[in-house]
């Protein structure tokens, strides 16, 4: 059974800093990139972040481009999610999720076939 597990996510002032974790079980990251999205309520899955299963492409959205920076450990099958310059917007609850081998979707849930639970993230102004 594939998990992902996601932590990491608190309340932090605007301007602030957080990490996230992305934990997998049953499945082995490296054969996949990986993603992160994020969800406010009453709002679509927003698209976050991608990297390819080296490592070595990454693409953000523009929102967070500059402030967040995705990794990967496939040693440890963790993907992380560094944000700084935290702002109010960025409040959600964020989801890593393993994707598909359809890179045309990197961008879009529907182009991942794992999620997990999520983690909260609150920024107060």
């Known amino acids: 059974q594939v998990q992902l597990v996601e932590s990491g996510g608190g309340l932090v002032q605007d301007g602030g800093s957080l990490r996230l974790s992305c934990v997998v079980s049953?499945?082995?990251?490296?054969?996949?990139?990986m993603g992160w999205f994020r969800q406010s309520p009453g709002k679509e899955r927003d698209f976050v972040g991608h990297?390819?299963?080296?490592?070595?492409?990454?693409y953000y959205a523009d929102s967070v481009k500059g402030r967040f920076s995705i990794s990967r450990d496939n040693a440890k099958n963790t993907v992380y999610l560094q944000m700084d310059s935290l702002k109010p917007e960025d409040t959600a609850v964020y989801y890593c999720?393993?994707?598909?081998?359809?890179?045309?979707?990197?961008?879009?849930?529907?182009?991942?076939?794992?999620w997990g639970q999520g983690t909260q993230v609150t920024v107060s102004s």
């Open positions: 999720a393993i994707g598909s081998h359809d890179y045309t979707k990197y961008d879009r849930p529907g182009g991942y076939d794992y």
């Open positions: 049953g499945h082995t990251i490296s054969s996949n990139a």
């Open positions: 990297i390819s299963r080296s490592g070595r492409s990454i």
